[in-house]
């Protein structure tokens, strides 16, 4: 069973902190994909990416970036948290050739705070 | 990202069916995905279609696909208490040619005793 592991659950900093918020997933995954989660805007997608230290822009990048130095591991990074990134993020993995009963695969999430 | 609209907020009483709808905007979607999310977790694939299907049925679970209109549904028969969570429909995305999957605002089911 693929297993996407979130490494905070809970997160509460101050704005204008650096925050780095990790993702390994545990099957190979080539892909993998950071969403936000915002009630009433559902998830949307901030980063993924294809392969290590590959990138690519979701609909929301602003005020975010990524790292992908190992394939299991993918990073998103605040470069300097504001209130309105507070929200809960939510992280994913696929295979190359994903599709139909093997799509993304979910974390349980972080709940970020920004004060 | 294209827009992929659901309603907010459906409440049924146990027992009866649920039918949560979602419209979507790219036809060349190939599969189609409603995923399930249980309060304080993270998204659970529910089921999927593939988009040369009108229908498929999984057990209590019926997904309608009107591929004119974009138009995307999800019946659950016989709604059971631990039906109730957040439910988002899903359409594959290309962004620069790779993909990604974009999901809808997300419909609340509470299922009332």
């Known amino acids: 069973d693929v297993k996407v592991t979130q490494s905070s659950r809970y997160l509460v900093k101050r704005t204008g902190e650096k925050v780095f918020l990790e993702c390994v997933q545990d099957m190979d995954h080539e892909n993998m994909f950071w969403y936000r989660q915002d009630p009433g805007l559902g998830l949307r997608l901030i980063y993924f990416?294809?392969?290590?230290?590959?990138?690519e822009k979701g609909d929301i990048p602003e005020g975010y970036s990524v790292s992908r130095e190992k394939k299991e591991r993918f990073s998103l990074i605040l470069e300097s948290a504001s209130t309105n990134q507070t929200s809960m993020y939510l992280c994913a993995s696929s295979p190359t050739t994903w599709g139909g009963n093997s799509p993304l695969h979910f974390g349980n999430g972080t709940r970020l705070t920004v004060t | 990202g294209e827009d992929v609209e659901q309603s907010l907020f459906l409440s049924v009483r146990e027992g009866d069916s649920s039918v949560i709808n979602c419209t979507y905007t790219d036809s060349s979607s190939t599969y189609l995905y409603w995923y399930k999310q249980e309060p304080g977790a993270g998204l659970q694939l529910l089921t999927y279609i593939f988009s040369n299907m009108d229908m498929k049925q999984d057990q209590r679970l019926t997904v309608l696909l009107n591929k004119k209109d974009k138009h995307l549904s999800l019946r659950i028969a016989d709604t059971q208490t631990g039906d109730s969570a957040i439910y988002f429909c899903?359409?594959?995305?290309?962004?620069?040619?790779?993909?990604?999957?974009?999901f809808g605002s997300g419909t609340r089911l509470q299922v009332q005793p």
């Open positions: 990416s294809y392969d290590v230290k590959m990138k």
């Open positions: 899903a359409e594959i995305t290309l962004y620069t040619g790779r993909r990604a999957l974009t």
